[in-house]
DNA sequence: CTGCTGCTTCGATGAACGTCGAAGCAAGAC
DNA sequence: GTCTTGCTTCGACGTTCATCGAAGCAGCAG
């Protein structure tokens, strides 16, 4: 088919992690999820990687970032750095800023979670 | 009357489908959405949740998700009780025991956060 | 009624987290 | 070289969280 929209090929194809309603979890592979959620789980981490993810060209500089919240620099250098461990995100210093972008399989992991198949009742 | 188990804090009102690559969440927005993936970020509660989700008929009981882990019954009562006030799950009793079952649209709101994948300027 | 079992709530405690100011480091301008 | 700007790391402080034992509540069987 001819591609008008520049949206990469479908990354949700490659899921690697089975449905919630899938086969058990064990202790590591939870907890390795967790991690991930974890953070997620700040509303300024959210914000921060939708602000990330929606940024003209993919990627956005911290210089940009700092301003949009009303708290210091460490506080949001913290949180990119949480976003950074987890795989979410990752950064690189182009001359003397420092830009950030999403990491396009680590969200496509995340979607196979949810994928729908959440168990429907006979 | 009906002092069954309810969903007292629910707080999957406000969090709705735009993927993350989406539109800037609001500050209210992205607290919402933080208060799930908070319920999400502990590996007990995600083995909890996917031992509900693929559960025998859609439903556990909670004698059965107790004896499955090397913890204290308070504490998996609280991580049923996190997972119940983010809306992911709902319980009821019936006799003697109380069963568990998660809530499909919980689940296909978080679907919707990861669908599009973040596209990378190639 | 009395007991017993399944689950939840209460209260406490130690660990983890979010936030800040101060200090450190990297890159560029002078 | 020195100075300035952008970002990160360090150290500390207050809050939130996971966990437990004890106590409470709901349902069932004598």
Redesign the pocket.
């Known amino acids: 088919m001819s591609k008008f929209l520049r949206i990469e090929d479908d990354v949700t194809g490659q899921v690697c992690c089975a449905p919630l309603s899938g086969p058990l979890l064990g202790e590591a592979e939870a907890s390795e999820l967790a991690k991930v959620f ?1 953070a997620l ?2 509303p ?1 981490r959210l914000r921060l990687l939708n602000m990330i993810a929606s940024a003209e060209g993919g990627e956005a ?3 940009d970032l ?1 301003v949009a919240f009303d ?12 976003l950074r461990q987890a795989g979410l995100i990752e ?1 690189e ?1 182009r ?4 830009y950030y972008k999403v990491v396009p399989d680590a969200i496509a992991r995340l979607s196979g979670l949810f994928a729908i198949p959440v168990f429907t009742r006979a």
């Not at 708290?71 to 949480?82: D, E, G, N, Y």
């Open positions: 974890k789980a700040d300024v500089c911290v210089c700092n708290l210091s620099a460490p506080t949001i250098s913290h949180h990119l750095k949480v950064g210093r001359g003397t800023w420092v």
